[in-house]
Structures are given as C-alpha cells and as structure tokens.
C-alpha cells in the first residue's frame, strides 16, 4: 500500500514520486487534494479490478444465496473447474489473502477480529434461509430476534443482508474499494474488512420493503420502524453514530446481543 501522511504542498515532489506509482485517475485527485487516506498501488489496482470481477463471476455461478456461504477454498476450487470463471492467479490470491490478514487501524478501522481463519467454514445445519430475501441467518438467537422483530415492528420490515462468509464479505470490500477508486481508508469507513464484520458470526440488516439502496442510508433512522426497534430490548445497535470502531452510522445493523 503507498502511504501519503507528509504531503502537504500538491505540486512538491515527494508527493509527484508517490503519484507515479498509482493509476492516473488516482494521481490526479491526489495532487488535487492533501490526503492522509491510503491508495491502491497502481499494481493493486490491476489486482483488484481482475479479482472483483472473478468474483462476481462466481457468485453468478453458484447463485446469490449460496455465495453468502461459500468458504475461499470452496471459491477457488469453483474457479479452478469452470472455464468461465477462470482460475485465481497466484498473485490474485496473495492480494485476498493481504487484504484479509493485514491490520486494519492503519486505514482507520478498529473494530475487532470476528474471523481468524480466511477459510471460515459455515455449515447449512447452523443457518436457515429466509424465504424471499436471498439471506441467511444463524439460527438460536439471531433467527429468533429476526421473527421477533418481525412481530414488534411489522411486517414491512424485511431481511436485506444476514450471515456473510469471508468471501461473500471480501467481494463487497473489494467492489466498495474498487467505488471509492482505489481509496482503502474511505471505503473502510462503509463496510468492514473481510475479516472484521459481524455478519460471519452473528449480525444481520434489515430495512423496509420496497426501499431498495436507501435501506442502506441515514434516511433509514428517520422511519418509523427505526423508531420502534430502538424500544427493543433484545437487540443492540453496532454501529451508533461516532462509533469507536470507525465505521459510519449505520441504523440498519442489528447487533445480535
Ligand atoms: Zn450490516
């Protein structure tokens, strides 16, 4: 990763000598702004591109459901046999394996470790999948906070995002690290690093029927159905606004308690 704590002046040359390692896109909001944030290398990027994509070509493959499950040795072996996913490189897979191993506080994330193992398996018998959402959720207390929700709230309350495995989270960090154009600190700002979230073990996200994307935005602390799940007892709020893990306000994340 190239770092850029001493750039203070755009035009001097420390900061021109570090632009020459990333993409131009990157180079020009760089000399155009003086950012702390952590880049992409311009070698990173290439990996980057080349992995979201193989990625989504295996969630194509094995069905949206499924690719909240799916193990890394399970994804690369998926590649590995079928031509029109195409085999991980070695380096690909060296990129995954950084991204899921490296520490997270230099890019202002804090939260703690959920997963140590990048191939976390989650097995069928410990999951139920929630009818007509295309998620899953762990079953005891999670599944049970879920139907109760349900009742207290109402039923325009739906599951928009339940058990991630390690995969399924790296291929959102990634598309995320691939919006925010190569910029690692701000798109950990918006979703937990592979190994880092929550939905691998416990928490789930629900937003209300109909509302698409904007579930996933402040808008959602403003509805009614906010309001009533703040009176609940038996569920929690991850990530409250000036959160210490670093991460956004997110009203939308249920912590299971
Ligand atoms: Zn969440």
């Not at 109402?154 to 995320?176: A, F, M, P």
Request: hydrophobic share 35%; proline share 2%.
């Amino acid at each position: 990763m190239v770092k850029f704590l001493d750039i203070i002046s755009p035009m001097n040359r420390r900061n021109f000598l570090a632009c020459a390692t990333l993409t131009p896109i990157f180079a020009n909001e760089l000399m155009a702004s003086n950012t702390k944030d952590i880049y992409l290398s311009k070698e990173e990027w290439v990996l980057l591109v080349s992995v979201n994509t193989r990625l989504k070509r295996v969630k194509r493959y094995v069905g949206f459901a499924n690719f909240n499950l799916l193990s890394f040795n399970d994804t690369l072996f998926y590649a590995r046999n079928y031509r029109k996913i195409g085999a991980f490189t070695k380096k690909e897979i060296a990129f995954m394996d950084k991204l899921f191993h490296e520490d997270q506080s230099q890019y202002g994330f804090y939260g703690p470790k959920t997963c140590e193992n990048i191939n976390n398996k989650i097995s069928r018998k410990d999951v139920k999948k929630i009818s007509y959402t295309g998620h899953f959720l762990f079953k005891g207390k999670a599944q049970n906070d879920y139907e109760n929700l349900k009742k207290d709230v109402g039923n325009t309350i739906i599951l928009t995002s339940g058990v991630r495995n390690v995969v399924k989270q790296l291929s959102l960090y990634i598309n995320k690290i691939y919006n925010c154009r190569g910029n690692i600190t701000k798109a950990s700002i918006s979703i937990a690093p592979p190994a880092y979230s929550y939905h691998t073990i416990s928490d789930f996200d629900v937003g209300i029927k109909g509302w698409g994307y904007k579930n996933f935005t402040a808008d959602f602390a403003s509805t009614y159905e906010f309001s009533k799940m703040q009176k609940l007892d038996y569920i929690g709020m991850r990530y409250n606004k000036n959160n210490k893990d670093g991460v956004r306000f997110e009203p939308w994340h249920v912590e299971v308690i």
